[in-house]
């Protein structure tokens, strides 16, 4: 877990923003315990011009059986 929080870090610290970041994005790269994990489709990532946050209405980017509750709510959550 730590090796995914590291890669995402890696990321966002090159404005780059995955997207789409699920358990099937994740890989071993060997079959040994100690591989290091490899981060795959980066199909919708985006790469941030500065560091202001993306901010899309009425449509989602990713697999929605990862989507947190928030998205299928139809009423603001708080």
Same mark, same amino acid.
């Given at each position: 877990?730590? /090796?995914?929080?590291?890669?995402?870090?890696?990321?966002?610290?090159?404005? &780059?923003?995955?997207?789409?970041?699920?358990?099937?994005?994740?890989?071993?790269?060997?079959?040994?315990?100690?591989?290091?994990?490899?981060?795959?489709?980066?199909?919708?990532?985006?790469?941030?011009?500065?560091?202001?946050? &993306?901010?899309?209405?009425?449509?989602?980017?990713?697999?929605?059986?990862?989507?947190?509750? /928030?998205?299928?709510?139809?009423?603001?959550?708080?």
């Amino acid at each position: 877990m730590r /090796q995914v929080a590291e890669a995402v870090r890696y990321c966002h610290s090159n404005n &780059i923003v995955h997207r789409n970041l699920s358990p099937l994005c994740i890989l071993l790269a060997s079959k040994e315990n100690s591989a290091p994990v490899k981060l795959i489709s980066f199909g919708d990532a985006v790469m941030l011009a500065d560091a202001r946050p &993306i901010i899309m209405h009425g449509w989602f980017i990713g697999n929605s059986a990862y989507f947190i509750a /928030q998205c299928y709510l139809p009423v603001a959550y708080m």
